[in-house]
């Protein structure tokens, strides 16, 4: 079988080929190559990056690295680079994993002026049309109308930003109008995959999540006690300041709160730093302080997947507060881990964590009931093992990489042979 994927990201072995090192920076998308290169699949990965490349890893293996000029404007350029990659590869299948960005409706233009439509499937990550219309929940109009220095030079506030999202939810439509098959995962992709294309084909798969994330078990002795960790703060959609409210409770019961999250600080800015904030974080940092948290956070920076895996497995809980989501990653790894964890109800959500039993799922922005729920997980100290155990179980299924693998080759037998 001849495949073509289309991605957002560089998948680590091609990272390596350009580095001339190995790669520490492990995606999800890399053990779906490995396990398709292992099944003696001849692959073509085009993948979005910031200098443009090209090569082989051997005679089954080829990629090209591309770039974008813009992520909200259709772009006929890379219609030609694609339709020219299509004839040169003659793909069985093409696969494009994602619609978040304007290179999707470009690879199903060219598919379709190519007769490709029926061998084309377009897999659902997250969407953006969906992450617009929630981009702002939670948030003082002052904040999402107001602008730092940073915000002023790039023009990039948080109501540009959520028009930004709008602007590719737009492409994003489009490409799904257009698209003949897709692979989503939760009844939540489906139900908008089906509003926008009834006639669509729908395919179910699963995830495959990161490697490092199968082994390794969360225990209450070992962890540090009160300690929350999210998995982002880096936009509004994840909900970071829902989850600050909710800790500012929790303190209440719990003094020895804290909370971790991977990135830079917020904290404190000075200088160079001072200049380059964004509306959002300096409104985490002016609750932080109000709310008298500064001292209970702490960031991560860029993690691996083992300084994630290792964050995980210290944390008392992970919370997810997000206000849209359709199957978190980080929710998955935690759950593979058998972290106990809190989420918001949102997208997905309560098809991959059942409450109660793996979990507790919170309705989205209900702070008081974020922060019962945090306070539940601390109160039940080593019994929450029962609920991790329960939700790795589940996770272990969901994520299974073999079953994974083997339901995504199905697909791609099905459209080959139509």
């Known amino acids: 079988m001849r495949l073509l994927i289309l991605s957002n990201s560089i998948p680590g072995v091609i990272r390596s080929a350009l580095s001339g090192r190995p790669e520490s920076q492990v995606f999800w998308l890399d053990s779906v190559v490995a396990g398709l290169r292992r099944r003696g699949v001849t692959l073509e990965v085009l993948c979005l990056g910031k200098v443009p490349a090209e090569g082989s890893l051997d005679e089954r293996f080829s990629y090209l690295v591309f770039s974008c000029k813009s992520f909200y404007h259709q772009s006929p350029e890379l219609e030609r680079l694609f339709a020219r990659r299509l004839e040169a590869f003659r793909p069985d299948v093409v696969h494009i994993w994602g619609t978040e960005f304007v290179h999707t409706l470009a690879m199903v233009r060219a598919c379709r002026d190519r007769g490709l439509l029926e061998k084309t499937v377009v897999s659902i990550q997250g969407l953006c049309y969906a992450c617009a219309e929630h981009y702002t929940e939670g948030l003082p109009g002052t904040v999402v109308n107001g602008f730092t220095f940073r915000d002023l030079l790039r023009m990039d506030n948080i109501h540009l930003q959520k028009r930004k999202f709008a602007l590719r939810g737009k492409n994003e439509v489009e490409a799904l109008r257009i698209a003949r098959h ?23 798969c699963n995830e495959t999540l990161r490697d490092s994330f199968y082994t390794g078990q969360w225990r209450y002795e070992s962890c540090r006690k009160h300690r929350i960790f999210a998995s982002s703060c880096v936009y509004p959609v994840k909900g970071f300041h829902y989850l600050l409210e909710a800790m500012a409770i929790v303190a209440k019961t719990y003094p020895d709160v804290t909370l971790a999250v991977p990135g830079k600080s917020f904290l404190k800015r000075s200088g160079k730093d001072r200049l380059r904030e964004d509306g959002y974080h300096r409104y985490l940092a002016r609750m932080a302080n109000k709310l008298g948290l500064t001292d209970r956070l702490e960031f991560l920076g860029t993690c691996s997947a083992d300084e994630m895996k290792a964050a995980f497995l210290e944390a008392n809980v992970f919370v997810l507060p997000s206000t849209i989501e359709n199957s978190p990653n980080s929710m998955g790894e935690a759950m593979l881990l058998g972290v106990p964890c809190v989420a918001a109800d949102v997208g997905g959500v309560s098809t991959l964590l059942k409450n109660e039993e793996e979990g507790l799922v919170v309705p989205s922005g209900q702070v008081r009931l974020l922060a019962d729920s945090i306070c539940r997980i601390f109160a039940m100290e080593a019994e929450a093992e029962r609920m991790g155990r329960a939700a790795r179980d589940h996770a272990l299924r969901t994520h299974d990489p073999e079953k994974n693998l083997e339901t995504l080759l199905g697909i791609y037998r099905e459209l080959q042979e139509t």
Not at 188 to 198: G, L, Q, V
């Open 182 to 204: 897709v692979i989503g995962r939760t009844p939540w992709d489906y139900s908008c995959t089906e509003a926008i294309h009834p006639e669509r084909v729908y395919h179910f």
